[in-house]
Every structure is written in structure tokens, then in C-alpha cells.
């Protein structure tokens, strides 16, 4: 298994462009969620879902859509990229149950000039 | 969810237990305390979770004290492996997930 694969690993853009990265899990977990992580810090949530076609904001949403239409996709927009999402993203997934185990991807690096 | 507070950083022996803690003083009856560790810039990885027990499993042991307001995760026998940014969580199942600042450990030879 592949478990949480996320694509791309690492994009250069420049201000105000828009880019798409893809989080895909092949565990048939119904939980997924997107993170942010800047130099130095903890990991910031950004978005995450409970099931197929359902979102929810987390502590840093703005400036941020995601959508997912399939179980086992999570995507994460930026329509108008800032260099303040300069960072590295994560995303996760977990089975729906009271185990709090997160499996997470590699990360995607995002660098916006 | 209830906020948790651990140092910044801690440092161990190598060989030696490794003895990390956390305040969690406004838990809830029904939140769950989770630990996760972070090695350079990989994927967090989830290490031991627990309620009220105290909980141990292959890689840690967890010591959640008897009011709850605090826990210890202990790594019995400290590798250089072992270096990483480790996590306390407590939350509310099964949805939100915050991870704070961390503990960086460092485990010297």
C-alpha cells in the first residue's frame, strides 16, 4: 500500500497564481486533513473532512478552499497564492474511530515569490 | 479542545529513559491524550494515545496522572533515532486534530 501519497512535493509560484495540491489515500479512511507547517513551528490545521463530500475549517482556513468529491481525495486550492503560504503542507488521514492515529504524506513544499 | 503546554526542548543520555511532559490542566472527561513525533521534516508519526490508563505499546509508554491534568511519555531506552519534535495532543474524537509547538529532544551520545 501506498498509504497517503501527496502531489506535487514541491512548487514554486508567484504571487497571485493558483495551484491545486492533491492528497490521496488508499487506506478507505474517512477522516482527512490538510496542515500547514512554517519553519520552525508546529503544524497548523488548515481543513479537514469527516467523509465523502463534507469539510470543515480548521484554525488557519483563509485564503484556502478544498473540496472532496471522493473518499479517498483531499484536495487543497489556493486561488490567489500570498508569500505568507511559503510553507510546508501535510496531509493526513485517520479511520473513523476513536484511535487517533494520523497517517501522514511526505509533505509539499510550496514556495511563493 | 483543551490546550496543552510542554517545554521547548529537552535533552537525554543516550541508552537513558527519556522522560517528556505535558500539561493539559483543562482537560475534559472524554478527551484523549495523543502523542506523535516529528523526525526532521518527515510526516509526523503517531507514537501512543490513551484516556484515563496509563498505556504502553512498542515504542512508549504513556503516564497520564490520576486527575488527568497532566501526562509523561516515557521512551524507555533513548536512541539517537530517537531525536525528533515530539507532540501532546488532547482532543475530543473523532474530528479536530491540533498539534502546538512541540518538545524538541535530543538525544547526545
Known amino acids: 500500500n501506498a498509504g497517503v501519497t501527496q502531489t506535487p512535493k514541491f512548487r514554486v509560484l508567484k504571487t497571485g497564481q493558483s495551484m491545486t495540491l492533491l492528497c490521496a489515500q488508499d487506506m478507505n479512511h474517512e477522516y482527512m486533513y490538510w496542515y500547514r507547517q512554517d519553519p520552525g513551528m508546529g503544524l497548523r490545521l488548515i481543513h479537514y473532512s469527516v467523509g465523502e463530500g463534507t469539510t470543515a475549517k480548521g484554525e488557519v482556513p483563509d485564503g484556502y478552499n478544498v473540496s472532496r468529491l471522493k473518499k479517498q481525495n483531499f484536495l487543497l486550492g489556493l486561488e490567489s497564492a500570498a508569500p505568507s503560504q511559503t510553507s510546508v503542507y501535510f496531509c493526513a488521514s485517520r479511520r473513523q474511530a476513536n484511535t487517533g492515529e494520523l497517517f501522514f504524506g511526505e509533505g509539499s513544499r510550496l514556495t511563493v515569490l | 479542545d483543551a490546550k496543552t503546554t510542554q517545554p521547548p526542548s529537552m535533552d537525554c543520555a543516550e541508552g537513558r529513559a527519556a522522560n517528556l511532559p505535558c500539561n493539559h490542566s483543562?482537560?475534559?472527561?472524554?478527551?484523549?491524550v495523543y502523542w506523535y513525533r516529528q523526525i526532521h521534516s518527515q510526516g509526523p508519526q503517531y507514537i501512543i494515545h490513551?484516556?484515563?490508563n496509563n498505556e504502553t505499546n512498542e515504542m512508549a509508554s504513556l503516564i497520564i496522572t490520576e486527575d488527568r491534568k497532566s501526562s509523561t511519555l516515557i521512551l524507555p531506552h533513548a536512541t539517537l533515532r530517537d531525536t525528533a519534535v515530539y507532540y501532546c495532543i488532547v482532543r475530543v474524537p473523532p474530528n479536530d486534530m491540533r498539534f502546538g509547538a512541540g518538545t524538541r529532544l535530543t538525544v547526545k551520545p
Open positions: 490513551g484516556l484515563k
Open positions: 483543562t482537560i475534559s472527561g472524554n478527551e484523549y
